[in-house]
T-cell receptor, first 111, second 113 residues
Framework: DAEITQSPRHKITETGRQVTLACHQT?????MFWYRQDLGHGLRLIHY???????NKGEVSDGYSVSRSNTEDLPLTLESAASSQTSVYFC??????????FGSGTRLTVV | AQSVTQPDIHITVSEGASLELRCNYS??????LFWYVQSPGQGLQLLLK??????LVQGIKGFEAEFKRSQSSFNLRKPSVHWSDAAEYFC???????????FGKGTKLSVIP
């Protein structure tokens, strides 16, 4: 069955370190997204991609970057982790006819 | 700006009672509308979606939602709630033909046995 997987599930890192969160989907969807979820804010869009080599900034993109070298993967990089980036991160892929399919999330703690 | 509002942060209902979760949207044109459910520690699961046509939409787990253009609303309903429905529910919208979703802040549902 097609799926979307995120790794790691949990990560603790230190302030200032570079961190990369992985997202892999086997739906063959062109559209992929990264969201962060925080209490009181719901889900906010960080970056998104509509295809290979296409990347776009979302609502809360500062301090984050993505790259899309193939259809299956959209890694999210925190260039220099900050405590404000402690959050739960969700990756999603989309075929508009169906809607989004979400991964199980990565809980990131920056200490 | 485009936005989705869920007025209720937390709702508590008794098992077997009916449920209605409210969602209002602010978009220039009628958006595509979605309801998702999130159990603790899990990702989001699609309950139902509305693109066009019949304004009453049936979803999974016995949920339905009604689109009301005049009220800019897309409320989620269930006639009889089960304890397993306790979760957080998110309403979301995207511009027609767009792939970006804007989420409401969610409504947490608690179910009393």
């Amino acid at each position: 069955d097609a799926e979307i997987t995120q790794s790691p599930r949990h990560k603790i890192t230190e302030t200032g370190r570079q961190v990369t969160l992985a997202c892999h989907q086997t739906w063959n969807h062109n559209n992929m997204f990264w969201y962060r979820q925080d209490l009181g804010h719901g889900l906010r869009l960080i970056h998104y991609s509509y295809g290979v080599h296409d990347t776009n900034k979302g609502e809360v993109s500062d301090g984050y970057s993505v790259s899309r070298s193939n259809t299956e993967d959209l890694p999210l990089t925190l260039e220099s982790a900050a405590s404000s980036q402690t959050s739960v991160y969700f990756c999603a892929s989309s075929d508009l006819d169906y809607g989004y399919t979400f991964g199980s999330g990565t809980r990131l703690t920056v200490v | 700006a485009q936005s989705v509002t869920q007025p209720d942060i937390h709702i508590t209902v008794s098992e077997g009672a009916s449920l209605e979760l409210r969602c209002n949207y602010s978009y220039g044109a009628t958006p595509y509308l979605f309801w998702y459910v999130q159990s603790p520690g899990q990702g989001l699961q699609l309950l139902l979606k509305y693109f066009s046509g019949d304004t009453l939409v049936q979803g999974i787990k016995g949920f339905e939602a009604e689109f009301k253009r005049s009220q800019s609303s897309f409320n989620l309903r269930k006639p009889s709630v089960h304890w397993s429905d306790a979760a957080e529910y998110f309403c979301a919208a995207s511009g027609a033909g767009s792939y970006q979703l804007t989420f409401g802040k969610g409504t947490k549902l608690s179910v009393i046995p």
